[in-house]
């Protein structure tokens, strides 16, 4: 064969293996048995979502009683399995772990030793949950040893060595220092200290001198120079200063593992850090190398801890190191809530953040805004769950929850959308939707065998489901649930790319409480729910500088009576709210027969008669009986 020829051949083949490993693979049916999944189809896109529910005493392999799975190039992610409704899955031990299952869940009756992280110890000496009828019960709890340590001590001109900033460590951790370079730490005995009883033994004094090179490997095994030997507690704990055991190298050294190709990745160049200091010092340092740096006197690094660690990835910094002013605060954490990051991942002294709870949450107190105060944070919101949230929605036969996965906490005004499984049609175009309403859901759908799956809208497409079945704001905000929130999505399994994003103007503003009923290359129509009424024009509209023109809003129109709580006398309400639109009449039961209240919403208060007779109302001889307060004050009428 000549050489053009076979230049010829390889020129054919490369392109098909090219293509193929390009190329992403569709999903088969899932072979879920015991259950069944909405949409149910032969073949799904890359990418596609099915959502799946289990047969009765059977419950889905994941938290919730429905669950999806996304095809990610020809296999389902995570595999969609029925288990009993008995077993249990897994759980997080805050500051604990344990021995995962392989299956992923657990039967019942079974035990689970938990062992807890370094510095936290079992409280009450319990060390094992056990799962007990579909749920975990005597699930340890971790606490903070008394006898674990805190910061190791600051020391100028040095850093710690194999170990990065933690809040706790365990007794009889052992952390190493090392001076930058030109210092020298005076005494052999005293570049490593101890965790004994929940105090750090004294650390290094560095001196100008020749310069660090006297320390050991952080984590090689080998005890340091000079009689530096752990003194032991009799309490244990682990060796704190390198990998446990594993294989390290020097600290900054990057010596590449075997078998990588020194081509694939780039090296660093030294830190452009001011004001601070690296160790270990040099020009240039290998892909994955990592230094560790600390700051000068009323300085610190730009995370948490008053030394840090940056590992070169690839010609890069990660992350960057950086000095802040000591009075300055690292970005933190807020439990079941978020804020507006800075740019520079810090914030400077008596700057201050608002923070915004996560749907179902609200400010404990009303205080929505934390301030940093001389380098730490003060009056920090706390988010707390609504009282008017909900959590699982009701389980129904033979339907699952589209367009949502399970979450713990719903929050007030939330919708969500069934779907019965193929073969079966919900009863009533007006209950394919609950909504969440002063923490109870509304009631769903049942669904009978007919002729199936045809009864409902896509999830989150941003149309309100057939049957007029808006959702009532009870005015405390809330997320529409049943979507991601006014952004584009598919119908769920379609694996068709979404179609609702101009190329122009971006994503749909969302509105409360309304939705896009209308959509053109250059504008949208808006509409509320069916308890709500338009102000504003309905048609937005993208400009010429590429951002859509202000959409309007929904305003509540409607009064809300909680048979719970109402000061209306005899009322016979079975159970659930009820809701009565703005200017419209409701005849409400009394106790006993042939006799009604008439209420009336007006301007977001109701006006409500005695108990009268039928005849009485219709010859319109039955007196009001009184006022309610505004609407905000649902369920003191």
């Given at each position: 064969?000549?050489?053009?020829?076979?230049?010829?051949?390889?020129?054919?083949?490369?392109?098909?293996?090219?293509?193929a490993?390009?190329?992403?693979?569709n999903c088969?049916?899932?072979?879920?048995?015991?259950?069944y999944?909405?949409?149910?189809?032969?073949?799904?896109?890359?990418e596609?979502?099915?959502t799946?529910a289990?047969?009765?005493?059977?419950?889905?392999?994941?938290?919730?009683?429905?669950?999806?799975s996304?095809?990610?190039?020809?296999?389902?992610s995570?595999?969609p399995?029925?288990?009993?409704?008995?077993?249990c899955v897994s759980?997080?031990?805050?500051n604990g772990?344990y021995?995962?299952?392989?299956?992923?869940?657990?039967?019942?009756?079974?035990?689970?030793r938990?062992?807890c992280?370094?510095?936290?110890e079992?409280?009450?000496?319990d060390?094992?949950?056990?799962?007990?009828?579909?749920?975990?019960?005597?699930?340890?709890i971790?606490?903070?040893?008394?006898?674990?340590?805190?910061?190791p001590?600051?020391?100028?001109?040095?850093?710690?060595?194999?170990?990065g900033?933690?809040?706790?460590?365990a007794?009889?951790?052992k952390?190493?220092?090392?001076?930058?370079?030109?210092?020298?730490?005076?005494?052999?005995?005293?570049?490593?200290?101890?965790c004994?009883?929940?105090?750090?033994?004294e650390g290094?004094?560095c001196?100008?001198?020749?310069?660090g090179?006297?320390?050991t490997?952080?984590?090689?095994g080998?005890?340091?120079?000079?009689?530096?030997?752990?003194?032991?507690?009799?309490?244990?704990?682990?060796?704190?200063?390198g990998?446990?055991?594993?294989?390290?190298?020097?600290?900054?050294?990057?010596?590449?593992?075997a078998?990588?190709?020194?081509?694939?990745?780039?090296?660093?160049?030294?830190?452009s850090?001011?004001?601070?200091?690296?160790?270990?010092?040099?020009?240039?340092?290998?892909?994955?190398?990592?230094?560790t740096?600390?700051?000068d006197?009323g300085?610190?690094?730009?995370?948490?801890g008053?030394?840090?660690?940056?590992?070169?990835?690839?010609?890069?910094?990660?992350?960057?190191?950086?000095?802040?002013?000591?009075k300055?605060?690292?970005?933190?954490?807020?439990?079941?809530?978020n804020?507006?990051?800075?740019t520079?991942?810090w914030?400077?002294?008596r700057d201050k953040?608002?923070?915004?709870?996560?749907?179902?949450?609200?400010?404990?107190?009303?205080d929505?805004?934390a301030?940093?105060?001389?380098?730490a944070?003060?009056?920090?919101?706390?988010c707390e769950?609504?009282?008017?949230?909900?959590?699982?929605?009701?389980?129904?036969?033979?339907?699952?929850?589209?367009?949502?996965?399970?979450?713990?906490?719903?929050?007030?005004?939330?919708?969500?959308?069934?779907?019965?499984?193929?073969?079966?049609?919900?009863?009533?175009?007006?209950?394919?939707?609950?909504?969440?309403?002063?923490?109870?859901?509304?009631?769903?759908?049942?669904?009978?065998?007919?002729?199936?799956g045809g009864?409902?809208?896509?999830?989150g497409?941003?149309?309100?489901?057939?049957?007029?079945?808006?959702?009532p704001d009870?005015?405390?905000?809330?997320?529409?649930?049943?979507?991601?929130?006014?952004g584009?999505?598919?119908?769920?399994g379609s694996?068709?790319q979404p179609?609702?994003?101009?190329?122009?103007?971006?994503?749909?503003?969302?509105?409360?409480?309304?939705?896009?009923v209308e959509?053109?290359?250059?504008s949208?129509?808006?509409?509320?729910?069916?308890?709500?009424?338009?102000?504003?024009?309905d048609?937005?509209?993208c400009q010429s500088?590429?951002?859509w023109?202000?959409?309007?809003?929904?305003?509540?129109?409607?009064?809300?009576?909680d048979?719970?709580?109402?000061?209306?006398?005899?009322?016979?309400?079975?159970?659930?709210?009820?809701?009565?639109?703005e200017?419209?009449?409701?005849?409400?039961?009394?106790?006993?027969?042939?006799?009604?209240?008439?209420?009336?919403?007006?301007?977001?208060?109701?006006?409500?008669t005695?108990?009268?007779s039928?005849?009485?109302?219709?010859?319109?001889?039955?007196?009001?009986?009184?006022?309610?307060?505004?609407?905000?004050?649902?369920g003191?009428?």
């Amino acid at each position: 064969m000549s050489v053009g020829y076979l230049g010829f051949v390889l020129l054919l083949w490369f392109p098909g293996v090219l293509h193929a490993h390009n190329e992403t693979q569709n999903c088969t049916a899932s072979s879920l048995s015991q259950g069944y999944v909405v949409p149910e189809q032969k073949t799904y896109l890359h990418e596609a979502t099915l959502t799946y529910a289990c047969d009765n005493g059977l419950k889905p392999a994941v938290e919730g009683w429905w669950a999806t799975s996304k095809c990610q190039n020809g296999k389902w992610s995570p595999d969609p399995q029925c288990i009993d409704e008995k077993a249990c899955v897994s759980l997080t031990i805050p500051n604990g772990n344990y021995d995962a299952s392989t299956d992923g869940w657990y039967g019942d009756r079974d035990k689970i030793r938990v062992k807890c992280d370094e510095g936290y110890e079992h409280k009450d000496h319990d060390a094992a949950a056990q799962c007990s009828d579909g749920a975990w019960v005597s699930v340890p709890i971790c606490e903070r040893s008394t006898e674990s340590c805190g910061d190791p001590p600051k020391k100028k001109h040095a850093v710690i060595i194999g170990k990065g900033y933690q809040e706790v460590f365990a007794a009889s951790s052992k952390l190493q220092y090392k001076c930058e370079d030109g210092y020298t730490a005076e005494g052999a005995d005293t570049k490593t200290i101890f965790c004994i009883l929940g105090n750090w033994t004294e650390g290094p004094t560095c001196k100008v001198g020749t310069g660090g090179r006297h320390t050991t490997s952080a984590g090689s095994g080998v005890q340091p120079a000079g009689g530096d030997r752990i003194p032991d507690t009799g309490h244990g704990g682990a060796t704190v200063g390198g990998t446990d055991g594993g294989d390290t190298t020097s600290a900054g050294s990057g010596r590449q593992p075997a078998g990588r190709a020194h081509n694939e990745t780039q090296n660093c160049t030294a830190s452009s850090l001011s004001q601070g200091y690296v160790v270990p010092e040099q020009k240039t340092y290998l892909h994955e190398a990592t230094l560790t740096y600390a700051c000068d006197n009323g300085l610190k690094p730009a995370v948490e801890g008053w030394w840090a660690t940056s590992k070169c990835q690839n010609g890069k910094w990660s992350p960057d190191p950086q000095c802040i002013d000591e009075k300055a605060c690292v970005s933190l954490t807020i439990p079941n809530g978020n804020y507006d990051a800075s740019t520079d991942g810090w914030y400077g002294d008596r700057d201050k953040i608002r923070v915004k709870c996560d749907e179902g949450y609200e400010h404990k107190d009303h205080d929505a805004t934390a301030q940093c105060s001389d380098g730490a944070w003060v009056s920090v919101p706390i988010c707390e769950r609504s009282t008017e949230s909900c959590g699982d929605p009701p389980k129904k036969k033979h339907a699952v929850i589209i367009g949502k996965g399970y979450q713990e906490v719903f929050a007030a005004s939330s919708k969500l959308q069934y779907k019965c499984e193929d073969g079966y049609t919900a009863e009533g175009a007006d209950t394919k939707t609950i909504f969440c309403i002063l923490g109870n859901w509304t009631e769903g759908p049942t669904c009978k065998v007919g002729t199936g799956g045809g009864d409902t809208t896509s999830a989150g497409s941003g149309i309100q489901p057939a049957g007029g079945d808006r959702i009532p704001d009870t005015g405390h905000g809330g997320a529409t649930v049943g979507g991601t929130g006014g952004g584009d999505t598919t119908s769920a399994g379609s694996g068709i790319q979404p179609a609702g994003r101009d190329a122009n103007c971006g994503k749909h503003p969302s509105l409360l409480n309304g939705d896009v009923v209308e959509v053109s290359r250059t504008s949208l129509k808006y509409e509320c729910n069916g308890f709500y009424t338009l102000e504003g024009p309905d048609i937005v509209t993208c400009q010429s500088n590429g951002k859509w023109t202000e959409p309007p809003s929904c305003k509540a129109a409607f009064c809300v009576i909680d048979p719970a709580q109402t000061r209306m006398a005899n009322l016979k309400i079975s159970q659930g709210l009820v809701y009565v639109k703005e200017g419209l009449n409701k005849y409400i039961p009394c106790r006993w027969p042939d006799s009604f209240r008439l209420v009336q919403c007006i301007n977001g208060r109701i006006s409500y008669t005695y108990c009268c007779s039928g005849n009485d109302h219709y010859y319109r001889s039955c007196p009001v009986e009184g006022w309610t307060e505004n609407r905000s004050t649902v369920g003191s009428i």
